[in-house]
């Protein structure tokens, strides 16, 4: 994985559920004190689509979107560079990145983004 | 706790209402409810008013105030309740406990969007907003790619394959076209929407494995309800609904953070309290409303609300015992799907279509033989928020 992914999970301190996003009380056992953590390695495709019907802001004719589970627990959505779902299983390995997901008010907005291995 | 009754039922046509505004959607629904109620010039001590979009899409906040005044039911107490796609069910749940309390006798409910306002690709990021803000919306999720991903999981896991699918579907608009307040009227014709050479034209993928008729529509709309005492009920003379059971529960706000993607834990808990409640078990029930706002989730709900085992709602669809006169008539006004999708005004429609199957007032080609008790599932966002409703049907 990319070292410069920007993404920021938590990690209780008490029983070591992993949350993204972040929680103030940790969903397992709802204590509130947290470690920030970084996504690491590769991470597994859990689930993914393809959307043709986009909302304002996205000048394209699909996107093609994820989630993610990192070999440290942290999952996440992200995009996927892909031309087509028929490349893409569930249970693949995909590499990280940060990178460009949108326009938005007239600047760049960077995110997660997902580059098949397999 | 007082038992809460419902009097009255409104709707209006759901569907492109260009000719209205939001508030003539609402004013419009609430007097056929109160109507219906037969309350004449009689006032209600509340208004609720269920609506998401009014500030976003109308520029127009504080609408319960403005509705109660257009409607002359000053000084009734008035408020605007927004609960993303569940803001129906919210409404009238704020309705049923005023009552249930002591606090009111008579609440006028009333649910209302008008999503034709703007271009589709607005639409769409006006319903992406119920997503979460950093981890989610940038990335151009929409609530139809939710779904797609959450149908990928469980289609693979449950072996749900199109048919199931297509089987929901072309019930829902073989309902949708009987029910005179449905946005789409036209039943599918299966060789042409799901086969042949045009089938990849005529039902496009939207969010993959999801394909148009999987969806519900984007619609205008509003129905209304009036709840109130049983004493006040009694005064009628014709047969009412109670609320015999009410259940509300939360998921996680993303669907990535779920410990098992494809479990609605929601709804199983929000029908597991409703059910208690009513000291009842699926298998008392009726006719259901259930929120499909994508094939796969009428299909998914039917089982977590416990209808069917786990895996076997897809076949119970494909064998009919969803249709009306089979095991439990699901979504028999045509659902999300046919009867359309205004956000607020959903959660109310469907409580007004229950309390029309228990007065058996239906055409015969709706109408659930004997129905006494029903169901409704509405959801907020992607299944995390859910209310469940069972309303019991009382002959005086």
């Known amino acids: 994985m990319s070292s410069d992914v920007m993404l920021v999970a938590h990690r ?30 590769n991470a597994k495709l859990l689930t993914y689509t393809a959307i043709y019907s986009l909302p304002c802001g996205f000048d394209q004719p699909f996107l093609i979107l994820g989630v993610g589970e990192f070999e440290n627990n942290v999952r996440a959505l992200g995009q996927i560079k892909t031309d087509s779902v028929k490349r893409l299983w569930t249970g693949m390995v995909v590499k990280a990145e940060w990178g460009p997901i949108r326009f938005q008010a007239d600047r760049i907005v960077s995110g997660l983004v997902f580059e098949p291995l397999e | 706790m007082r038992e809460v009754a419902i009097i009255g039922a409104g709707m209006i046509p759901f569907g492109r209402r260009e000719q209205d505004e939001l508030m003539d959607m609402l004013a419009t629904a609430s007097l056929i409810a109160l109507d219906d109620a037969g309350l004449g010039d009689t006032s ?5 008013v269920a609506n998401v979009g009014g500030g976003m899409l109308q520029h127009q906040s504080a609408i319960a105030s403005s509705l109660t005044d257009r409607l002359s039911l000053l000084p009734a107490a008035a408020e605007t309740i927004e609960n993303g796609p569940a803001s129906g069910a919210s409404a009238v749940k704020a309705g049923f406990l005023a009552v249930a309390s ?23 990021d006006f319903v992406a907003a119920m997503t979460h803000p950093q981890a989610e919306y940038p990335y151009g999720i929409t609530m139809a790619g939710l779904g797609g991903m959450f149908a990928r999981l469980y289609m693979e896991k449950y072996k749900i394959t199109p048919l199931h699918l297509h089987a929901v579907s072309v019930k829902n608009h ?34 993959d494995p999801l394909r148009l008729y999987d969806l519900c529509p984007v619609s205008d709309g509003a129905a209304a309800v009036v709840l109130s005492t049983v004493e006040v009920a009694k005064r009628s003379g014709r047969p009412y609904a109670v609320v015999a059971g009410f259940g509300q529960a939360t998921d996680t706000h993303t669907l990535a953070q779920r410990e098992d993607p494809v479990e609605l834990k929601a709804v199983t808990l929000a029908a597991r309290a409703a059910f208690d409640m009513a000291n009842l078990t699926p298998s008392d029930i009726h006719v259901a409303e259930l929120h499909d706002a994508f094939t796969i989730l009428e299909i998914a709900i039917s089982e977590h609300v416990g209808f069917f085992k786990k895996g076997e709602g897809g076949e119970a669809a494909l064998d009919g015992k969803t249709c009306l006169g089979g095991q439990i008539p699901i979504n028999v006004s045509g659902g999300l799907k046919a009867r359309g999708h205004p956000l607020g005004a959903t959660g ?36 995390n928020n859910v209310l469940c ?8």
């Not at chain 2, 209302?112 to 769409?124: F, N, Q």
């Not at chain 2, 229950?354 to 008790?373: M, S």
């Open chain 1, 12 to 41: 209780c301190q008490t029983c070591g559920k992993v949350h993204y996003p972040r929680h103030d009380r940790c969903l397992r056992c709802k204590r509130r004190e947290f470690d920030e953590i970084h996504p690491q390695g």
């Open chain 2, 389 to 396: 409703f069972i309303l019991k049907r009382v002959q005086p």
């Open chain 2, 348 to 383: 109310v429609a469907q409580v007004a279509e229950i309390v029309w199957q228990l007065r058996h007032e239906l055409p015969p080609e709706r109408q659930v033989q004997n129905a006494e008790v029903g169901l409704t599932i509405n959801l907020g966002g992607f299944a």
């Open chain 2, 174 to 207: 073989e309902m949708g076209a009987l029910n005179p307040y449905a946005h789409i009227k036209s039943p599918i014709v299966p060789e042409s929407v799901f086969e042949g050479d045009f089938a990849e034209i005529n039902n496009p993928i939207v969010a």
């Open chain 2, 102 to 124: 002591g606090y009111y006798d008579k609440v006028l409910v009333v649910g209302g969007e008008k999503m034709h306002d703007i271009s589709a690709p607005r639409a769409t």
């Open chain 2, 44 to 48: 209600v001590d509340a208004v609720h």
